[in-house]
């Protein structure tokens, strides 16, 4: 794309369509930020910005600075993990007298692993509307490009970082069919790693992902055995915001006696490819590899007729 084709981007019709639309009074706006790169918003988390007449954020430094990115200029209320009840209150005083204001976190959206869910109970609590505004998401960026195929997954966020309590969570997890999502703090990577490695075993995926959307951006995938080593090998690899997906446990496809059993009755009803999503549901088995050997019962049936 040329530059003069992406400054054309700027001027087209649907720009006209955001302020066209409905931006209900006496409502929170959960809305969410980049979580890296700055271009990363949607064009109707700008309009409603320049809406509402405040904005509820974690750190008012790091809104005030994205903010002047955009060319806003908005009242500012700090609503951070400390005095998320104490704001709730005042946020609900100010939506019931017919208000309208926005909640962000520093980066990506609110309430997950980042506070806001306080704030947005008590304004459902009080009969008001909370709206989201989606948008950027570190966990959902990593998954996209993980390729580890699931069709699920679990969001566990940050892990206990005391020794004790983190095992007993990653043990409850080990027989967890779903792909597992971690977030992790640079200063704890190495250590977090290690604890995967001896909590999940060697051969598990594991998917690395730091710095997303920004200059340093990393996606690494590789045996959980071999994380150890790649952190070491160059100080960088542990610098960073890290998304930590691990792939679920393998899953030994029926012998054929059950497996098969679900899938020749789903396969006279559905088609091989609905038939093996609803068996792995049923089974907890590898959807792709009961596709497989749905495809190859579906042959033999067609054969037979």
Not at 201 to 209: C, F, N
Request: net charge negative; glycine share 4%.
């Amino acid at each position: 794309m040329t530059d003069q084709s992406a400054s054309n981007l700027l001027t087209l019709p649907i720009l006209s369509e955001v302020g066209l639309q409905t931006y209900p009074m006496s409502t929170l706006y959960v809305l969410a930020t980049p979580i890296g790169n700055v271009c990363d918003i949607s064009l109707r988390a700008l309009h409603v910005l320049s809406l509402v007449d405040a904005i509820a954020c974690e750190d008012t430094r790091n809104t005030a600075h994205l903010l002047h990115r955009y060319g806003v200029s908005k009242p500012l209320i700090a609503a951070h993990q400390h005095n998320e009840h104490e704001v709730a209150e005042k946020i609900v005083a100010r939506l019931q007298a017919g208000e309208r204001i926005a909640l962000v976190s520093d980066a990506g959206t609110p309430a997950v692993s980042d506070p806001g869910a306080r704030i947005v109970d008590a304004v459902l609590k009080a009969g008001l509307r909370a709206l989201p505004l989606p948008g950027a998401s570190a966990a959902i960026a990593a998954l996209s490009v993980s390729g580890l195929l699931n069709d699920q997954f679990q969001f566990v966020g940050f892990l206990p970082s005391k020794a004790r309590q983190r095992e007993t969570v990653l043990a409850s997890l080990d027989s967890v069919s779903a792909t597992l999502i971690f977030y992790e703090a640079p200063h704890r990577i190495v250590e977090t790693v290690d604890a995967l490695l001896q909590a999940f075993g060697p051969t598990r995926q594991i998917v690395l992902a730091r710095e997303l959307t920004k200059l340093f951006e990393t996606v690494h995938r590789c045996a959980l055995t071999e994380a150890p080593a790649w952190l070491a090998a160059d100080p960088m690899r542990q610098k960073g915001e890290f998304v930590i997906l691990i792939d679920s446990p393998p899953v030994a496809v029926d012998d054929g006696a059950e497996g098969d059993r679900i899938l020749k009755i789903l396969l006279a009803e559905l088609s091989v490819k609905q038939a093996a999503a609803l068996a792995a549901q049923i089974s907890g088995q590898k959807k792709n590899a009961l596709y497989d050997r749905a495809l190859v019962l579906k042959a033999e049936q067609d054969a037979a007729q």
